[in-house]
């Protein structure tokens, strides 16, 4: 690489930390004002002009509380799982396109355009480097709760080992129909094979499976069990404090973004803004700006979802969360391949 291109691959990379890192402090805050819309109270609104200074209140906070590291806790793994949680989340976002990318002379500076994309990284595997990198990020979960010694971190460990794989596997053969209808693991590729129909459509039983295994991986309501306050106290992370503590809600809201992205560029069409029919006749190589826009209004969508589930359903109990996982959603993935195949197979995709 020149270092031309260098430069812009660490200009992207540091452009993408501090804006997902900004998301996620926001949706701490966009989290607790719905929540609270929902129960029909106030939320945060105390710290700046309608409460909009509490993340920063929050991380100020979090950097002043006293770091605690349980005495007969096992310092390595408890030091570096909160670390290990974030990093594989921010990790994941590396190769997911947001759009097509535009030409550029940097403001004159350069004698020929160069074409900057809207990715850190363009790889033809990107599919299964975010799906390996994301279930890297149970080791974070699983360590915190072996290296805490409490039995109640462990035990929110070992859940969070169970339900991964459980629905790991669901999550997994979801997404075989897509890769068997684009015949490519390049996410750049899949989004435009959905020009003329979203994935949704063809394989609408994949997108729910998706879904559903996706607010199991991260561990999200009504999927906590890893946490599941009345049961385990807080789960994985009951020993932790100060930022150890915050890491690992940073990692979760991460997660979140990640897995929003996912659905938007394996199912919900990219950067296109309707089920049929693309753009309609917009030429966005000139309007560059109009596929982030619709890719990124879609993920806020999808955001908003995970926020509004959490505070609208109940926790499963955990035979429940495992029920769903193996009797359930691992028999229509399955049915959601059969029927995927079947229509190529016909001719119809």
Avoid at 14 to 43: H, K, M, N, P, W
Avoid at 339 to 344: A, D, E, K, R
Wanted: hydrophobic content about 55%.
């Amino acid at each position: 690489m020149t270092p031309l291109l260098i430069s812009i691959a660490v200009a992207k990379i540091a452009l993408v930390f501090f804006v997902v890192l900004t998301v996620v402090a926001y949706l701490t805050f966009a989290e607790r004002r719905l929540s609270a819309f929902i129960q029909d109270r106030y939320g945060p609104n105390r710290v700046g002009p309608s409460g909009l200074l509490q993340p920063l209140a929050d991380g100020i906070k979090f950097i002043f509380k006293e770091d605690i590291i349980p005495k007969n806790a096992n310092k390595t793994m408890y030091i570096m799982a909160p670390a290990f949680a974030l990093v594989t989340a921010l990790a994941a976002l590396a190769v997911i396109p947001i759009g097509k990318g535009f030409h550029t002379d940097l403001f004159g500076f350069l004698q020929d355009p160069v074409f900057i994309r809207f990715q850190i990284a363009d790889i033809n595997v990107g599919l299964l480097y975010v799906l390996g990198i994301s279930s890297l990020s149970v080791y974070g979960v699983v360590l915190g709760g072996w290296g805490s010694n409490s039995k109640y971190s462990l035990l929110g460990g070992l859940r969070a080992a169970a339900q991964m794989i459980s629905y790991e596997l669901a999550l997994g053969l979801s997404i075989l129909g897509v890769i068997a209808i684009t015949g490519s693991l390049r996410l750049g590729d899949i989004i435009e094979a959905q020009e003329k129909m979203w994935f949704m459509i063809p394989s609408f039983i994949g997108f729910v499976v998706f879904v559903v295994s996706a607010f199991a991986e991260t561990n999200r309501l009504p999927f906590d069990m890893p946490e599941a306050e009345p049961e385990i106290v807080a789960g994985y992370h009951t020993e932790y404090s100060s930022m150890k503590f915050a890491m690992f809600f940073m990692a979760e809201y991460t997660h979140m973004i990640v897995a929003s992205c996912m659905i938007t560029c394996l199912f919900l069409g990219g950067w296109y803004p309707l089920p049929i029919g693309g753009w309609f006749g917009i030429d966005i190589n000139t309007h560059w700006y109009l596929p982030p826009a619709v890719f990124i209004g879609k993920v806020l969508f999808l955001l908003f979802l995970f926020i509004w589930v959490r505070w609208t359903l109940p926790r499963f109990r955990y035979d429940q969360v495992m029920s769903l996982g193996w009797k359930r959603l691992f028999p229509l993935a399955i049915v959601n391949l059969l029927l995927v195949s079947f229509l190529i197979v016909s001719g119809i995709l």
